[in-house]
């Protein structure tokens, strides 16, 4: 069996993926940091500017990305004066422009967020995934992420009329047309577009590191073993980790040497042969 390659690259995203071939990624998965967020740590942007700071990444991101591959990207709005700034709409609306396909948004449910009140709002207990795409056809496994169909099919489904059971076939593929009565008994079903996760409560070593779960899930579903897993900003390196154990070859680039000493070392503790693949590029 093939071995896989994990690839921690020190540098600055907007030059560290020109090093990078066309069309070799099958997926990326990545948490720029938020506007005017990280500011000890990745000196922060401001909401006004943020379009302009990461339309040159997202365009080299385009160019790695296969045909076939998908882009998520995990960011959220920043409350500026009372209100939220439209960073992230004018992100998508650029990037559209760019040449991506905005195919899908995810909702990340934060299952343990902690209390909280402002005076004009609550606190926040989800997060956007964005799905990007080149093309409309691209490489999804669907059956990988099924959930259990739960205990509602025997008390809703089984109880549908015959005219509910006779539905016709949906003419735009959506497989909302499909005959109900099709996934009565079934012990699968494909889930909806809101994750329910815990976020990692405690990381001494990043301050928003990614549950496990979150890029497990997306690596599922849009890769298979021996594709290849990009995480642009990787920080504490949790993408290439996950890849690593589900046999995905992976690449992560980070900016500030502290993460990326920090994710080779512990890449080398798990699999030393396969980490001396690692690249500096400050």
């Known amino acids: 069996m093939p071995e896989v390659v994990a690839r921690p690259i020190l540098g600055d995203s907007r030059e560290a993926l020109k090093t990078l071939p066309d069309n070799s990624i099958d997926l990326i998965i ?14 922060g942007i401001h909401p006004d500017n943020y379009v302009e700071w990461f339309l040159p990444i997202s365009a080299e991101l385009l160019r790695v990305l296969k045909p076939t591959g998908t ?10 004066k009372g209100e939220r700034h439209t960073y992230v709409i004018e992100l998508i609306l650029a990037m559209r ?10 909702c990340w449910h934060k299952k343990n967020s902690y209390p909280g009140k402002w005076p004009n709002r609550f606190r ?25 169909v739960g205990d509602w099919s025997k008390k809703r489904l ?42 990692v409560t405690k990381n001494k070593n990043h301050s928003a590191a990614f549950p496990e779960s979150l890029p497990e899930w997306f690596i599922k579903l849009f ?17 290439l ?42």
């Open 71 to 80: 882009f998520i990207l995990n960011i959220k709005e920043r409350v500026l």
């Open 158 to 199: 089984q109880n549908l009329s015959t005219t509910d059971q006779r539905r016709d076939e949906s003419r735009v593929g959506s497989g909302f047309g499909k005959r109900v009565a099709n996934w009565v008994g079934r012990e699968l079903v494909y889930p909806t577009n809101v994750l329910h996760m815990a976020t």
């Open 30 to 43: 990545t948490s720029p940091p938020y506007a005017d967020q990280r500011k000890n740590t990745y000196g």
């Open 223 to 239: 890769t298979k073993e021996g594709d290849w897993v990009l995480d642009p900003f990787m920080g504490s390196g949790t993408t």
């Open 97 to 106: 422009k760019q040449g991506w396909l905005w195919t899908e948004e995810f």
């Open 124 to 148: 926040d207990s989800w997060e956007r995934l964005l799905q990007f795409n080149k093309q409309r056809q691209f490489n999804m496994y669907q059956e990988a992420v099924m959930v259990p």
């Open 241 to 282: 980790r996950v890849a690593y154990r589900m046999r995905r070859n992976s690449i992560g680039i980070d900016i500030m040497d502290d993460y990326y000493q920090m994710v080779k070392e512990t890449l080398e503790n798990e699999r030393p042969a396969q980490w001396m693949n690692s690249v500096s590029m400050a």
